[in-house]
């Protein structure tokens, strides 16, 4: 009985694992450039509750009123991580462009995206994947994203001034 109570909790433990997201990023590229300069900060949507943005925002009509909170709130919450190593802003020109490109939005609001560093021709300088922010827990559809949006923000602001 022990055992089979054993083998049940080894079993349990190892699906819960193998569910978890891979926290491993993957860096190419420099980001040093950007110490103490401004940037300008795009951000990308490619799957939202496994939709285009587009086919979202018919979905759920919010989305057009509620995605530049969404996106303030990674901006703020960035901003506030990266301590002045840099500062980022909207559509403000500048010589660098921070673009995260979210892949994809989870229905519990759970991000999964990537960083890349745009110089003033749009070339890609370097690029940071396999990130993640974790979404809310109660609320709704786009509380829930807002709460990812925080963390997102928080982790691009961690992850940037990590490589700065």
Not at 87 to 106: N, P, R, Y
Not at 114 to 143: R, Y
């Amino acid at each position: 009985m022990k055992r089979l109570l054993f083998m049940l909790l080894a079993c349990l433990s190892l699906c819960s694992y193998a569910q978890a997201p891979l926290s491993t990023e993957v860096k190419t590229g420099s980001f040093e450039a950007l110490y103490k300069k401004n940037a300008n900060l795009e951000i990308e949507y490619v799957k939202i509750h496994n939709r285009s943005e587009a086919e979202f925002a018919e979905y759920e009509k919010d989305w057009v009123v509620d995605k530049p909170d969404v996106e303030d709130l990674i901006l703020q919450s960035a901003n506030a991580a990266l301590k002045g190593a840099c500062h980022l802003e909207f559509g403000k020109e500048a010589d660098w462009t921070v673009k995260v490109v979210v892949t994809t939005i989870s229905p519990k609001g759970d991000f999964s995206f990537v960083v890349q560093l745009l110089d003033k021709k749009g070339e890609i300088v370097g690029n940071i994947a396999n990130l993640f922010g974790k979404g809310g827990v109660f609320g709704t559809k786009l509380n829930l994203i807002k709460d990812g949006a925080k963390s997102t923000g928080k982790k691009v602001g961690t992850i940037l001034k990590k490589y700065i």
